[in-house]
């Protein structure tokens, strides 16, 4: 049972274009979501997060949105360099019950064409 | 460099042997949780630390696996018998309990186990 679904597990786009990452879950007690970016051969590296009392959270050139109602968020990436060509990986938590462990998309490889 | 470090980056063992994996976490961080990764899919949550206590457990965390922190700083995992199914990259990561960025996990390079 996938509660974080990463529904496209690729995406190409052409440098300077729009990135746009898309999840989807399906566990009504998630209230904290994060975006994470991975290379090869590294761990995940923390990208951005959003809180469920917000429905938009922007750092640079990265924006996550939030739609509690449809149980979706995506990360927009303007404008989209080479360097961003990574695995990005969704994940939420449920902070209110205590809970720590995140729970994991299964990611989306964004390549971006220079 | 102040960032989660693992030991060993690689192992390869043969079923049935017993292997344990180290966590350095970064020094102010007293959360520390270990994930488990396999191909295509993303982390999985294994168990979580605050300190030295273990405060929650995954069922994938089955009775061949153990994790310890015992004084709150670095952190081990053994796998007992392992299996083919064990084969998978393990990851560590650490957060800190400041308000405000306790949600936020920061990850290590992982350990690569390949057991065959």
């Known amino acids: ?114 | 460099d102040t960032g989660v470090s693992q030991d060993p980056r690689h192992k390869i063992t043969k079923r049935g042997q017993n292997v344990t994996f180290r966590c350095d976490p970064i020094s102010e961080h007293n959360r520390l949780y270990w994930y488990r990764q396999t191909l295509g899919q993303g982390p999985e949550f294994l168990t979580y630390f605050q300190n030295e206590a273990q405060l929650e457990k995954s069922r994938l965390l089955s009775d061949r696996f153990s994790a310890e922190r015992p004084k709150g700083s670095f952190s081990t995992l053994e796998i007992q018998r392992t299996e083919q199914g064990d084969s998978a990259m393990y990851l560590c990561a650490s957060s800190p309990l400041t308000s405000g960025r306790e949600n936020e996990q920061f990850f290590g390079p992982g350990t690569r186990l390949t057991v065959l």
């Open chain 1, 1 to 114: 049972d996938q509660q974080v679904k990463q529904n496209s597990p690729s995406l190409s786009v052409q440098e300077g274009r729009i990135s746009i990452l898309n999840c989807d879950y399906t566990n009504s007690m998630f209230d904290y979501f994060l975006w994470y970016k991975k290379y090869p051969a590294e761990g995940p590296t923390f990208l951005i997060s959003i809180s469920s009392i917000k429905d938009k959270n922007e750092d640079g050139r990265f924006t996550v949105f939030l739609n509690k109602s449809a149980k979706h968020l995506s990360l927009h990436i303007v404008p989209s360099q080479p360097g961003d060509s990574a695995v990005y990986f969704c994940a939420a938590s449920a902070r209110d019950t205590g809970r720590r462990a995140l729970t994991f998309g299964s990611g989306t490889r964004l390549q971006v064409q220079p």
